[in-house]
């Protein structure tokens, strides 16, 4: 980081505020369309997506971790919530007993089967039904290049990974 603040002029403070309300604007639709529709958060729902895509439905919470993008902390506290709610199992990983395996309940899939209409729906009502193909190369090409950033904390690449290499260790 520069020792000398490098403040945004009225036009980036401006689309920076369109940026965070714009993006307060989606999580709390998306949350709200969640917890009507199935009484999921939209990290519950994160957590489900991911599961899903795995093989055998199944992640090591180190990898499923990653996978979000989340501390080991965050995603151990959030599997403990949805494993006493019937959406998810927890149990030692075969081969490593430091390693937890996180696996899809049948609750868990049919909740995410459930939501996932509604879910998608709202993305594209928000996100997609007004998005020019020029806008959304831009809007790729804005993410990749906020991704592509790795000198800032909370990235895993300034501070050290985010989850460690055994799930019980940072």
Request: proline share 4%.
């Amino acid at each position: 980081m520069t020792k000398t603040p490098r403040w945004l002029n009225d036009d980036e403070q401006d689309l920076w505020r369109l940026y965070l309300a714009s993006t307060r604007k989606i999580s709390r639709a998306i949350d709200e369309t969640l917890q009507k529709g199935q009484d999921l958060s939209a990290s519950e729902f994160a957590v489900l997506v991911s599961l899903s895509e795995a093989d055998g439905e199944s992640l090591r919470l180190r990898d499923l971790c990653a996978s979000l993008d989340w501390d080991r902390s965050r995603t151990s506290h959030q599997v403990t919530r949805m494993e006493r709610r019937g959406l998810v199992t927890k149990c030692p990983s075969e081969g490593d007993a430091r390693g937890v395996e996180v696996r899809l309940t049948d609750d868990g899939r049919s909740r995410l089967v459930a939501a996932a209409p509604e879910h998608v729906e709202s993305v594209r009502r928000l996100v997609f039904d007004h998005l020019t193909p020029e806008a959304a190369a831009g809007l790729r090409a804005f993410g990749e290049g906020v991704l592509a950033v790795d000198n800032v904390p909370g990235t895993g690449h300034f501070a050290g990974p985010l989850c460690g290499d055994a799930d019980g260790a940072k």
